[in-house]
């Protein structure tokens, strides 16, 4: 292998270019060209390329975003889209990838792989948190960061106004950002995708609280859960049948996806990168690399595809018994 690509897809997450950092240097380290691939997919197959050398990233691992810019490409998943971008690749005589991204990206690559037999490990960049194989993806830590620090301001106004907010999270159809952000903001109740609380036990639970002398109350809200789907009727329904509080909205959007890297993240992110370009080096491939127990891994594409991550009941229980 004498020249590795790179690029991010899908959603961005801080500690992307992290990552993206580490798999530059990391060829730097090798002696081997490393290629910059803007806008994911999309710039694959319109050969938007940059060479990169080490101190062309540098000032890069505090940055929030994907300086190489990311996108989810309609292109990429025609067999003719795939094909501009494997000539791209020949023509710049490129021998393998890394693939910075989500579950998309990764069903992306490893039809690539399948159709012209070209190598790409993929390292797990997103917020959500979602992807099988892995304890966790780039991005997750900072996000919960920032979602706490939103909850902390959003709790001194609710706590002076006896107001009860609902706060909704992202994480698409997962609730690991609701699950782990609303215990470490200390949220009354957390609705997720994968538990369906429903509105009648949420009324109960929010009366329960009341009683117990509580005067204000924070409900995180995952984006993706059944009865928080529309967040602004959810609270109508809640101020009319409990009666208790007034209800705000607060909905904190894509300030979840930015900001600076939490160190986590930056330690995550280049650890993962220099495996990526070791796994390349090592001839594997369809694979994704992650982190289980402190350890690096890796799991084929098609499992970290075909799995999703299993509620963490002990969580779930935590949760319950903190907010009592
Ligand atoms: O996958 C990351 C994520 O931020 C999800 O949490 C959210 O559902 C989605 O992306 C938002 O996508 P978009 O970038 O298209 O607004």
New binding site residues.
């Given amino acids: 292998i004498q020249k590795i690509a790179v690029l991010t897809s ?4 801080p500690g992307m270019n992290a990552a993206i950092r580490a798999v530059v240097r990391s060829c730097a380290f090798h002696k081997i060209k490393c290629i910059g691939v803007f806008r994911g997919f999309e710039g694959l197959i319109e050969g938007d390329f940059k060479t990169l050398g080490p101190r062309t990233v540098k000032n890069m691992i505090n940055r929030g975003g994907t300086f190489l810019k990311s996108a ?1 490409s309609k292109a990429f998943k025609t067999k003719e889209g795939r094909e501009k971008a494997y000539q791209q690749l020949q023509k710049e005589q490129i021998d393998a990838m890394v693939v910075i991204g ?1 579950d998309g990206s990764f069903t992306g690559a490893s039809i690539f792989i399948e159709e012209f037999n070209f190598p790409i490990v993929g390292l797990p960049g ?3 948190n ?1 992807i099988y194989g892995t304890d966790v993806t780039i991005g997750y830590d900072t996000a919960l960061n920032t979602v706490v620090e939103a909850i902390d301001k959003i709790r001194d106004t609710a706590n002076s106004h006896n107001r009860l907010f609902l706060v909704e999270v ?3 159809n997962a609730g690991s ?1 609701a699950l782990n952000a609303g215990i470490g903001a200390g949220a009354e109740e957390i609705l997720i995708p994968e538990e369906n609380l429903g509105r009648d036990r949420l009324i109960d639970s929010l009366k329960r609280s009341k009683k117990a002398g509580k005067t204000s109350s924070i409900i995180v809200v995952s ?2 859960d059944q009865i928080g789907k529309n967040i602004f009727k959810l609270a109508d329904y809640i101020e009319e049948n409990l009666n208790e509080y007034e209800v705000r909205v607060t909905v904190l959007g ?1 300030i ?2 930015g900001g600076a890297p939490s160190c986590y993240d930056r330690v995550l992110a280049s650890r993962l990168g220099v495996s990526a370009v070791d796994s390349l080096l090592d001839g594997k491939s369809n694979i994704m690399i992650g982190i289980s127990h402190n350890q690096i891994t890796t799991v084929p594409f098609s499992e970290a595809i075909k799995n999703s991550n299993e509620l963490d009941l002990e969580l779930v229980r935590v949760a319950d018994i903190v907010s009592t």
Avoid at 10 to 13: E, F, L, N, P, Y
């Fill in positions: 899908g959603g961005d997450s989810r989500g997103t917020i959500d979602d992202m994480g698409r950002i984006e993706g894509h979840q996806r």
